[in-house]
Nanobody, 115 residues
Framework: QVQLVESGGGLVQPGGSLRLSCTASGSIFSNSLMVWYRQAPGKRRELVARIFSDSSTNYADSVKGRFTISRDNAKNVVTLQMDSLKVEDTAVYYC?????????WGQGTQVTVSS
């Protein structure tokens, strides 16, 4: 059974940075697509960034140039470095693993950007 545990959320001022981490259990991490989603209050969940097993990446237009996704297959960890944060980045951030049509989700971590 795969479990995903996110960490690193919190309160930060506009223009600041946060680093989110997602640690996965099990042995399928290196062959999995890893994705960060976010959901703001009253809004639909949206894809933020994803990293494929070959480490190629995609980003939502709203975070390009500010967020960086990376993975460490030796540690089963995917990281989202968030810089130049904006108030509109406030949301619960979720980590998702996709492997052979199975999706696994973390519990989410709150990111609040406010002065």
């Amino acid at each position: 059974q795969v479990q995903l545990v996110e960490s690193g959320g919190g309160l930060v001022q506009p223009g600041g940075s946060l680093r989110l981490s997602c640690t996965a259990s099990g042995s399928i991490f290196s062959n999995s697509l890893m994705v960060w989603y976010r959901q703001a209050p009253g809004k639909r969940r949206e894809l933020v960034a994803r990293i494929f097993s070959d480490s190629s990446t995609n980003y939502a237009d709203s975070v390009k140039g500010r967020f960086t996704i990376s993975r460490d297959n030796a540690k089963n960890v995917v990281t989202l470095q968030m810089d130049s944060l904006k108030v509109e980045d406030t949301a619960v951030y979720y980590c998702m693993m996709s492997h052979r049509a199975q999706n696994y989700w973390g519990q989410g971590t709150q990111v609040t950007v406010s002065s």
